[in-house]
């Protein structure tokens, strides 16, 4: 072989581990790296899902439970907030695929917790049972009976905790949530399982759906951030320290109220007293 030749297969094999190693680098670079380096805190945002995000369709500034939350976690990591429209269905990709950093009021579920990583509670939210007149059940006992009709939309929370103990109900697993609601409001269902936040607009908007109950014993479903999955947890090391002293200023309850009443017409008085968030 000649000197020029092993000259540049030697030139080639350098340039090869170099861009390997580049690749290698960019690739293995951390969430908080990213935002640190960027400046920039990339959020997930739902349209429509009020009151955790709503997109002005003229100004187009999101409002919502998400984007107040991301303002004071962006301002802690010393970075702004871009928004990148997602779903909620789609939401676990993007954190997988790194199209987002973080993705407010995900339920840690044992599938998702799989998938990606999340912060401690960022709240509870409590399961209600929205009924028609003349069901006004005090406990979930009352409604674990064969005679009881209950729906759910399927795949939910509301199903999970469906299963779990009612596992006498008449349950019928729908779809999505507004056609639990057209069960119960035909007269086909007798409750509706919805978490507190749903049920409080649905009520505002359609009063004659039903009457909220909370039966005893309260459950709750806990409300996080979810993370992108990775082996550092610098991330979720700075989102639990900044949740940690925004709870710390009882500043969350303040952010859903205002949004409830805001974006969803619901004033914080209609919030039973022992509803804790």
């Given at each position: 072989?000649?000197?020029?030749?092993?000259?540049?297969?030697?030139?080639?094999?350098?340039?090869?581990?170099?861009a390997?190693?580049?690749?290698?680098?960019?690739?293995?670079?951390?969430?908080?790296?990213?935002?640190?380096?960027?400046?920039?805190?990339?959020?997930?945002?739902?349209?429509?899902?009020?009151?955790?995000?709503?997109?002005?369709i003229v100004?187009?500034?999101?409002?919502?439970?998400?984007?107040?939350?991301s303002?004071?976690?962006?301002?802690?990591?010393?970075?702004?907030?871009?928004?990148?429209?997602?779903?909620?269905?789609?939401?676990?990709?993007?954190?997988q695929?790194?199209?987002?950093?973080a993705?407010?009021?995900?339920?840690p579920?044992?599938?998702?917790?799989?998938?990606?990583?999340?912060?401690?509670?960022?709240?509870?939210?409590?399961?209600?049972?929205?009924?028609?007149?003349?069901?006004?059940?005090?406990?979930?006992?009352?409604?674990?009976?064969?005679?009881?009709?209950?729906?759910?939309?399927?795949?939910?929370?509301?199903?999970?905790?469906?299963?779990?103990?009612?596992?006498?109900?008449?349950?019928?697993?729908?779809?999505?949530?507004?056609?639990?609601?057209?069960?119960?409001?035909?007269?086909?269902?007798?409750?509706?399982?919805?978490?507190?936040?749903?049920?409080?607009?649905?009520?505002?908007?359609?009063?004659?759906?039903?009457?909220?109950?909370?039966?005893?014993?309260?459950?709750?479903?806990?409300?996080?951030?979810g993370?992108?999955?990775e082996?550092?947890?610098?991330?979720q090391t700075?989102?639990?320290?900044?949740?940690?002293?925004f709870?710390?200023?009882?500043?969350?309850?303040?952010?859903?109220l205002?949004?409830?009443?805001?974006?969803?017409?619901?004033?914080?008085?209609?919030?039973?007293?022992?509803?804790?968030?």
């Amino acid at each position: 072989m000649s000197t020029k030749r092993t000259f540049l297969c030697a030139l080639a094999a350098v340039v090869g581990i170099t861009a390997s190693g580049f690749a290698f680098a960019q690739e293995a670079e951390t969430s908080l790296a990213r935002v640190q380096r960027t400046k920039v805190l990339r959020v997930g945002a739902v349209a429509g899902a009020i009151p955790y995000f709503s997109k002005d369709i003229v100004t187009k500034k999101w409002e919502g439970f998400g984007p107040d939350f991301s303002e004071s976690l962006a301002k802690s990591l010393g970075a702004k907030v871009e928004y990148v429209e997602t779903t909620w269905g789609n939401a676990v990709l993007d954190l997988q695929a790194n199209r987002i950093d973080a993705m407010f009021g995900m339920a840690p579920t044992p599938a998702r917790k799989e998938m990606v990583n999340f912060s401690d509670t960022l709240f509870e939210n409590t399961y209600t049972a929205v009924c028609k007149k003349g069901v006004a059940p005090k406990t979930w006992e009352e409604l674990n009976a064969p005679n009881m009709k209950i729906a759910v939309d399927v795949g939910s929370s509301h199903d999970q905790l469906a299963s779990r103990i009612l596992t006498k109900a008449d349950v019928a697993r729908l779809e999505s949530s507004g056609a639990a609601t057209m069960s119960l409001q035909s007269g086909r269902s007798d409750c509706q399982i919805l978490v507190v936040l749903l049920a409080q607009p649905l009520l505002v908007k359609r009063a004659s759906v039903g009457t909220m109950y909370i039966p005893q014993p309260m459950y709750t479903a806990p409300v996080s951030i979810g993370l992108r999955k990775e082996t550092d947890t610098g991330m979720q090391t700075a989102v639990n320290t900044w949740l940690a002293d925004f709870r710390a200023k009882d500043q969350v309850r303040g952010v859903i109220l205002k949004n409830m009443e805001n974006l969803a017409g619901v004033p914080a008085s209609s919030f039973p007293a022992e509803i804790k968030f």
